[in-house]
Structures are given as structure tokens and as C-alpha cells.
């Protein structure tokens, strides 16, 4: 009962939080950060595990993979945006998809994190559709996957105008590449509100590195652990 409950919370939730954004521009308002945060304060509360939250929301990570897909769409319709800037963009993801790696198997290490936690940790620089592909891929939780992509995405774009402004970063194209990389599908929606041109260099860097993750990520990350 409890499942179902919080299914309805999740949906009903987004579409009050999306017309309080629409209101009110307020990044902690936005749908896609307000509504896990609350979802996450009531399953602890509630004492509710997370395995039975998702029982009755696959159906709504599975909706996550075709609505990545069509974050392709700006991509070909502004090619030239990302034909002219294709170096920095491409090496933007390499180093992004490193630094991920990286970073979480660091964190890992330091909080001395068990073996499955670490796996699934580090498939957090990528999107979720890729994420749990490749936790698939390496033996980690799917559903933790899920989770730590999620609150990275959350993270990524919570701190983005700080870290922009701490290292004066303005161009549209960078910033971009940043949100795409860092913050995956929340970063994207946050880019494509500030700039069309900061939101196609997120929809590349997104889709781009899921796919590189994919298919280089298991090599990388089995040679770590």
C-alpha cells in the first residue's frame, strides 16, 4: 500500500512542483530536485526501503530511456554548433567520464565501501538509462545506481553557478558541456533555461558519454577494482 502510495506521490508531485517552478524560478523548486529530495526525507521517516519504492516504479525508470533518446533531437537540428566546437567537446567528455571514474572510486576507497557499493558508485557520471546498463554490466545494484546518479544529476546542477562563477567560466558551449556531463538529465533541462547553445552541448556530452561509458566502462572500472 505504502508502494503505491508513493508512486502517486511521485507523479502528483512533479506536477505540483512543476507549476510552483513555473512561479517561482527557483532551482530548489524545480521538480526534479524537490520532489526526490522530499520522497527521500519521507521513505526514512517512514522507515520504507528503497527496493519497495521501485516495485511500483519501474514504470517510470523505464520512461527514462526514450526520454534521453529524445533529448537527440537538438542535436541534429544544431549540428553546427557542434561541429564548430567538436575537440573541446569531445575531450570535455573524455576527461568528464575519467574524472567520474575517478572521484567515486576515491570516495569509495576513503569511506572503505564494500564491493558492490563501490561498483555502483562509479557508474554515477553517466545518465541513468546508461548507468544501469553498465551497473548491469559490472555486477553492481541497478537500483543503486539509480540512486547515486540521481543525487549527483541534483548535486551537479545545485553547485553548477557557484563552480561557474568560482573559476569565471562563461561561455554558453562549456557551461554546457559541464551540465551535460555533470549533472546528466537535470543538468541538460537546466542548460536548455539558460542557453539553446549551452543546452545542445549538454545534450551531446550527455548522450555521448552514456554511450562511451557503456562500452569502455567496464574495462575501466574492473581494472580499478
Known amino acids: 500500500m505504502l508502494s503505491i502510495i508513493f508512486l502517486l506521490l511521485t507523479v502528483f508531485g512533479y506536477i505540483v512542483f512543476l507549476r510552483i517552478y513555473h512561479k517561482f524560478p527557483n532551482m530548489l523548486l524545480a521538480p526534479g530536485i524537490a520532489v526526490p529530495l522530499i520522497l527521500i526525507i519521507l521513505l526514512y521517516v517512514l522507515q520504507v526501503k528503497y527496493q519497495q519504492y521501485m516495485q511500483f516504479n519501474q514504470g517510470l525508470v523505464w520512461m527514462i530511456g526514450p526520454t534521453t533518446v529524445a533529448f537527440a533531437l537538438p542535436i541534429y537540428e544544431y549540428k553546427h554548433i557542434l561541429t564548430k566546437h567538436f575537440i573541446s567537446i569531445s575531450l570535455g567528455i573524455v576527461f568528464g567520464m575519467l574524472s567520474g571514474v575517478l572521484s567515486s572510486y576515491a570516495l569509495a576507497q576513503y569511506f572503505s565501501l564494500d564491493r558492490t557499493l563501490t561498483l555502483s558508485l562509479m557508474t554515477r ?33 545545485l553547485v553548477a553557478n557557484l563552480v561557474f562563477g568560482l573559476i569565471n567560466l562563461k561561455n554558453n558551449v562549456a557551461q554546457g558541456a559541464a551540465l551535460g556531463n555533470a549533472g546528466h538529465g537535470f543538468g541538460t533541462v537546466k542548460a536548455f533555461l539558460r542557453h539553446t547553445d549551452e543546452g545542445v552541448a549538454a545534450c551531446l556530452c550527455m548522450i555521448l558519454s552514456g554511450i562511451l561509458m557503456v562500452f569502455v566502462g567496464p574495462y575501466l572500472i574492473l581494472m580499478l577494482i
Open 125 to 157: 557520471s553517466i545518465s541513468t538509462p546508461f548507468a544501469m546498463e553498465l551497473a548491469n554490466q559490472i555486477n553492481g545494484s541497478i537500483e543503486l545506481s539509480i540512486l547515486f546518479t540521481m543525487l549527483t544529476g541534483i548535486a551537479a546542477v
